[in-house]
C-alpha cells in the first residue's frame, strides 16, 4: 500500500532530524580532538624544549650572564605549559562526565588554563629563541677574539 504524501513528509523530516544530529555529532567530536590534539601537542613540544634546553645548558654551558635568566624563564614556562594542559585534561573528563549526568556548565577554568598553557609556550619559545640568539652571537664573537689573541700571543 502506497505510502500517503503526509507519512512520506514525516519520514523524511525524521530522515533530516537523523542526519542533523549524525553531522552534530560528528562535528562535535572533531572539535573536541582538535582541542585535545593541541594539548598533547605542547606538552609534546614543552617537554622536548626543556630536554633539548637542559642538553645546550650541560653540553655547551652558559656563555653569557644574560643567558641564564632566559634558561630559567624558558624551562618555567614550558613546565607551566605542561602543569596547565594536564590540569585541561582533568577539568575536561569532569567536564564530559557532568555533561553525560546533564548538570553541565561552562567551566570558566577550562578557557583560563587554556590561555595560561598557550601564553607560556610562547613566553618560553620567545626565551628559546633569545637564548639561540645570544649562544649564536658568542659563536660568531669568540672566533674573533681568538683570532686576535693568537696574533698578540705570536707577535704579529
Known sequence: MPAST??????ALRELEGKNIANYSVLLGAWVQTKMERDKT???????AI?????ILTTVGVKSIWEIPFFAIA??????TIWSSLAIYQLNSQHLENAIKGTSEKDPRLEKYDKHSIRAFIVGSVAALIIGIIS?????????VNTMTNK?????
Open 6 to 11: 503526509e507519512e512520506a513528509e514525516k519520514r
Open 42 to 48: 605542547l606538552i609534546t613540544l614543552s617537554a622536548a
Open 51 to 55: 630536554g633539548l634546553l637542559v642538553t
Open 75 to 80: 624551562v618555567a614556562s614550558f613546565l607551566v
Open 136 to 144: 649564536a652571537s658568542f659563536q660568531v664573537i669568540e672566533p674573533e
Open 152 to 156: 698578540v700571543v705570536k707577535g704579529v
